[in-house]
Structure formats: C-alpha cells, structure tokens
C-alpha cells in the first residue's frame, strides 16, 4: 500500500497517509497517542453484525476491559483505525476484518507512529484475519495478554448475575 484515505463525514474529519510521509487529519500532521501502560490504555474493537453471540471476541472485550481504562465499540474499524492514528484511542483489535476495513487505516496508524499486526504479533499486510493495531507502546503488553486469553488463561472471572439479582 502507498496510500491511505478514511474519511468520517460526521466530523468532516479526513484522515490520509502516503507512505513514508506521515499521517495527516484535515492537513494537520497527527501523531498516535503518548500512552505505555496498557492499564492507562483506551482500547476499541468491534463485534459482527450478525451472530455476535457466537463471537469469541467476547471474552477479548470482558479481560481487556478489566486490565486498561475502557474498550469502546463504535461500529467502524476504518474509523476506530484512524482515531488510534490521532491518539483519540490507544489501540483497537477486531476479528474477521476484510481488507476494505482496515488496509487505508492500518497504513494511517503506521505513517502516525503505530504498530498494526495479527493477534499473535505477526505482519501479514491486509490478509490477516483479525488485527491489532496499537500506538506502538503498548503493543507487546497487549500481544501478552491477547496470547494468554487464546490459552485459556482468564484474569478476570466473569461476575455471576445473582451477585446482583438483590
């Protein structure tokens, strides 16, 4: 990829890149967040339209949630992808991802400072199957925690509801 363009017409915000010149909002060269704990981290990800309940990104979104600030989910990874780009959010992750929905944002992401790769902390350009996109900081530490999730291993059990049902 050479270039890259998100445009977000509810905020008449254009994002662009082209490679090895940065990344760009409305002209204004940004940069991606300052952040390095994961726990001062504001992550975003996004779920399937359909058959989410079938989604393993659940159990990505409840663990995430527990270990940085908050996870959002807005509904548009190409939008989510630029906000990392401008250092509105930290990072975003997402399974099943088309090329179309991340390939203008990732190249963003990396000419604004990030790191983009699978879940498992490999570079596979847009034929990737899920992406984590991160402001490069706390990239590794995410990858750490993404990996033992895949193993099985849970920090944070998840609440019984009769813990609330009073």
Known sequence: MIAGVVYDPNRNELFTAEKGSGAY?????MHVSPVVRLQDALLSTGFPSRKRHENVNIHFYYQMAML???VRRAGAAAIDLAWVAC???DGFWEFGLKPWDMAAGTLIIEEAGGRCTDMRGVHRGIERR????TNSSIHDETLQHFGEIFSGKFRYDVPEVTTYSE
């Open 25 to 29: 909002l409305n002209h204004h060269r």
């Open 68 to 70: 940085t600030h908050g």
């Open 87 to 89: 250092g509105r959010l």
């Open 130 to 133: 899920h992406l984590l996109a």
